[in-house]
């Protein structure tokens, strides 16, 4: 149904809320003292209403004011509506993750997907399986306009980002490991950053760009790497290593998981670089959303900084 809007113009709620009251109490002072107001402005509130509907509403009779036949039609009406108003307005719905129905669509790289899904999607089908995560590929420069404007509900981003509607929860921490073949590269852990920069590297750039943090890291101990191919996609990465001699820099997350089915070894990254902040991005428009809410704090019980299994409880708001 289209609302017309001209039909509300006169209508105050709060005239709604002194009819149903006035109606109940069946007199002024009794209404007033239940509204907490004084009694000539609830004469005024009921004079409104009679000229609201163009109808007495209630007829004096001995100590009470009895409801006309309008005034009880429109309370069976009004009653209901109301009630859906208040718990619409002051009750938030609960969320229960074992029936409840929702689709959620989360951007990430591909790296993050490798790292995060084995273990979320399982662990989400146990304790909702009603509740559907899309993964929508993104990257740290596309997040927050991707957010912003609706594509994505929530962004797991390594990101740094600041808006004022944006809101972001750290869930871990996470080092550069460097990785290689051995069968490629005959190398022993740890490598120093003279072998480091020695060899050729295979790199993710998003935006095609020639070098990055870690060949700034080089330039101050006068030191240069040689970079023989650059793909955006993370998941490249190890059959390349397996079949030329060059090291990898990547988060650890992916690390455990390459190094036992391609055969990799790996070495702290010899430059002394900061760990990765991983986060979940939102837009602030979301967090009354109970089902992204609830998927957000799974999300972080399992994989955040001190991680545990994730709550196998009926109801969470």
Known sequence: ??????????????LLIAFAVLFREQSVSLAADKLHLGQPAVSGSLSRLRE???????????????????????????MPLLEQLQSALFQQAEFNPASAKATITIGMTDWMEMWLMPRLIPELAKHA????????????????????GGELDMALSVANLSARWM?????????????????QLPLDAPVSAE?????????????????????????????????????????????????MPALATVPQGVCENWQEIWGLR???????????????????????????MWVRGFIGRLVGPHPNPPLNQGREQ
Do not use: C
């Not at 809101?167 to 069968?183: D, I, N, Q």
């Not at 095609?208 to 490249?236: C, M, N, V, W």
């Not at 790996?266 to 939102?282: D, I």
């Open 1 to 14: 149904m289209t609302i017309k809007e001209n039909d509300f113009r006169k209508i105050d709620l709060n």
């Open 52 to 78: 609201m509907f163009d109808d007495p509403l209630f007829i004096r009779s001995g100590h009470r004011m009895q409801p006309t036949a309008r005034a009880t039609e429109l309370h069976t009406e009004l």
């Open 129 to 148: 399986p009603g509740v559907r995560l899309n993964v929508a590929a993104s990257d740290p420069f596309t997040d927050a306009q991707r957010l912003e």
């Open 167 to 183: 809101e972001r929860e750290l869930l871990t921490r996470m080092e550069f490991l460097t990785l290689w073949h051995p069968s």
């Open 195 to 243: 072998v480091y920069a020695a060899q050729q590297h295979v790199v993710v750039s998003y935006r095609e760009a020639t070098s990055s943090h870690i060949d700034t890291l080089l330039a101050k101990q006068g030191l240069k790497r040689d970079i023989g191919y650059s793909t955006p996609h993370f998941s490249a990465l190890p059959g390349l290593l397996s079949r």
């Open 266 to 292: 790996s070495s702290p990254v010899p430059l002394g670089m900061a760990p990765l902040e991983v986060a979940l991005l939102w837009h602030q428009r979301h967090s009354s959303d109970a089902a992204l």
